[in-house]
Nanobody, 126 residues
């Protein structure tokens, strides 16, 4: 089992940047594929970005391609989401999630994630 805790959210103006971090407990972090989700008020939760155990494969939802970058540091048990050129529509609670997966697999289905953090609020003002 793994526990994940998000940090790094906040208030930023449109066009600005934030970096979210997700720290995972346990010695088996490298066994988990990771994902960042978000949920805006009145909307369903959506997958924003995902990364394989190795870090070599990634996935991005179309709306963030070219602006967001997911990465991981297995030595630090941490996954990051660098968010640049932020837009008001990026405003949401951002969640980190983990699931067991094979080395190169990117998990793009919410239902396959087993472990979730409490979320961190990101607010982008216009």
């Amino acid at each position: 089992q793994v526990q994940v805790v998000e940090s790094g959210g906040g208030l930023v103006q449109a066009g600005g940047s934030l970096r979210l971090s997700c720290a995972a407990s346990g010695r088996t972090f490298r066994s988990y594929a990771m994902g960042w989700f978000r949920q805006a008020p009145g909307k369903e939760r959506e997958l924003v970005a995902a990364i394989s155990r190795s870090g070599g494969n990634t996935y991005y939802v179309d709306s963030v391609k070219g602006r967001f970058t997911i990465s991981r540091d297995n030595a630090k048990n941490t996954v990051y989401l660098q968010m640049d050129s932020l837009k008001p529509e990026d405003t949401a609670v951002y969640y980190c999630a983990a699931t067991y997966a094979n080395l190169i697999v990117v998990v793009a289905t919410e239902g396959q994630y087993d472990y979730w953090g409490q979320g961190t609020q990101v607010t982008v003002s216009s």
